[in-house]
């Protein structure tokens, strides 16, 4: 099956709010590795698009399109209209997009006679590190207005969810995001960083829950010291009600009485599906897992049945410790689970005004540099570290104005940002354009866009109800699959599919990796369109 590109960069202009007509065609064979799809310029003057042009001199640009605005100087004269175009200056660094166009705007309210303009800004997450400043800029680009003589701004946070809440477990669809902290390997610390990640977080405005993942050892009653420490079963819905401690909602077998588990793996699975599904976590902004060591049977059920949105590695500066890490990397690039930082736990200590490093170096270094993650944190040796997981508090709660309290709010805007990020990638990786007829996927962690027939992808299913299981056989003829069909929905998978919706009621499993070798359309042919 060929993979196609676009060889050159179409250029068109639409001066009517009608869709312009595109002729679309299929290139010769070309290499897979040959330049994705050329930039598109288009200058948009319709109704539909009309926001846009609240954007002064603004340029949103990828490597599939590019949307030049017109200038900012043209008012609609509305004080609506002013507010937001005020607004629109304000540009949410994650995102690379204004305010306005992602969304963050809410309940605008003008009374231009007394100058009073109130508002409200819903961030990504209550722990947005930038929230202040988007406060601040919003209060005084609105105030510059000449007509305003008072503004008022509130603070709030999306409502937590996942991206695909329906296809999840009951006590999963309130919790926004799941970070994994994982090594593979045991002793390294990962305990202590998953634990004072959370109180980071917990620090920064959001809603925080942990879930000790392991059963064979449980660390988190020994690091935290709630006052209840058992967990409660709620008899009329059989469901776990998780214990607190500081603000944070805590679960762990260890909490259940038991102390460690004795028993085979595939029992171990199932009681850590139990505990972690049928827990009433309630609206989350983050779900921390302490992840078991190792890449067995545990830690496979928990990347199958979690919608994990990210992973946070933990490795310390020897070189057996990058063996096992660099195993569990792999088993989270294979499960699509993108692993945003990695902390290098005990890299060294001070004294006699030089710094020791007892256990070598490079261990983190060479996890970044061999597998492209992006972010890096050293963790030095300290004695209040290792006795604040001894005593029942985190070194972030008893001292947060200290050194590795820093390092650890460092880490906590990562994951912030990184998170937001994903989430931003995932919901909008694939996508159905109706004024073109399309489907337009950009993968996420890819600067390619491309554009699919929706036929195309239909007859591309690989279900059971497609193809013979056993004999490999076709069973969707080409001809079932009429030309002009259109897909009704499209929902995120996680972080390596979507779910289509078809008109005959068909739910298709359409994987990044297959969407990508599927046979693409190609503008050959875009002329001017004139009013």
Request: glycine share 6%; net charge negative.
């Amino acid at each position: 099956m060929q993979v196609l590109h676009a060889p050159s960069s179409p250029h068109f202009s639409i001066q009517s709010s009608k869709a312009p007509k595109l002729t679309w065609g299929l290139l010769p064979s070309v290499s897979v590795n040959s330049s994705p799809f050329s930039t598109l310029h288009f200058s948009l003057h319709s109704q539909r698009d009309q926001r846009l042009l609240w954007t002064p001199h603004k340029r949103v640009t990828s490597r599939a399109a590019s949307v030049e605005v017109g200038n900012s100087s043209v008012s609609t004269g509305t004080p609506e209209d002013d507010v937001l175009k005020a607004l629109s200056q304000i540009i949410d660094p994650d995102f690379g997009t204004d305010i306005v166009t992602c969304g963050f705007v809410k309940d605008l309210q003008i009374v231009k006679a007394l100058g009073e303009v109130s508002f409200r800004l819903e961030l990504t997450t209550p722990a947005c590190p930038i929230k202040d400043m988007f406060e601040q800029k919003a209060n005084e680009v609105v105030a510059m207005l000449p007509w305003v003589k008072n503004v008022k701004v509130t603070m709030s946070a999306q409502p937590a969810r996942p991206i695909h809440a329906e296809q999840l477990p009951a006590g999963l669809q309130t919790i926004s995001n799941i970070v994994a902290v994982s090594s593979c390997k045991g002793g390294v610390g990962k305990s202590t960083v998953a634990v004072n990640l959370a109180y980071t977080l917990a620090d920064m405005g959001a809603r925080v829950g942990i879930f000790d993942a392991d059963v064979y050892g449980p660390s988190l009653p020994t690091m935290v010291s709630p006052e209840n420490q058992l967990l409660v079963m709620n008899p009329e819905k059989k469901t776990i009600i998780p214990t607190e401690y500081m603000g944070v909602k805590l679960v762990s077998f260890g909490f259940a009485g038991q102390g460690r588990a004795i028993m085979r793996g595939p029992m171990v699975s199932g009681v850590i599906n139990q505990l972690l599904t049928t827990t009433e976590w309630g609206e989350l902004d983050y779900l921390i897992i302490d992840m078991p060591p190792g890449t067995g049977d545990i830690q496979l059920t928990l990347c199958q049945i979690v919608p994990l949105t990210a992973a946070v590695i933990v490795t310390t500066p020897q070189k057996l410790s990058f063996i096992d890490v660099a195993k569990g990397v792999r088993m989270f690039s294979k499960l699509k689970v993108p692993c945003v930082a990695v902390v290098e736990n005990m890299c060294h200590f001070d004294a006699d005004g030089k710094r020791y490093y007892p256990f070598g170096r490079g261990s983190g270094s060479q996890v970044v540099q061999q597998f492209g993650i992006p972010h890096l944190f050293d963790l030095p040796i300290r004695p209040t570290l290792s006795a604040s997981g001894d005593s029942g508090m985190p070194e972030v709660v008893a001292d947060p104005q200290g050194e590795v309290s820093k390092i650890f709010q460092n880490l906590g805007v990562c994951v912030v940002q990184q998170c937001a990020k994903i989430r931003q990638q995932v919901s909008t990786a694939v996508t159905y354009d109706k004024s073109i007829k399309a489907i337009k996927v950009k993968v996420p962690d890819s600067e390619e866009e491309f554009f699919l027939h929706p036929a195309t992808v239909r007859r591309n299913d690989r279900s059971a109800q497609s193809v013979d299981e056993w004999t490999g056989k076709q069973k969707l003829q080409y001809t079932d699959v009429p030309e002009d069909i259109e897909p009704e929905e499209i929902r995120p998978m996680g972080n390596y599919a979507v779910s289509i919706t078809w008109p005959d009621g068909f739910n298709q499993i359409a994987p990044y990796d297959q969407l990508q070798m599927m046979e693409r359309l190609v503008d050959v042919f875009q002329p001017s369109v004139q009013a």
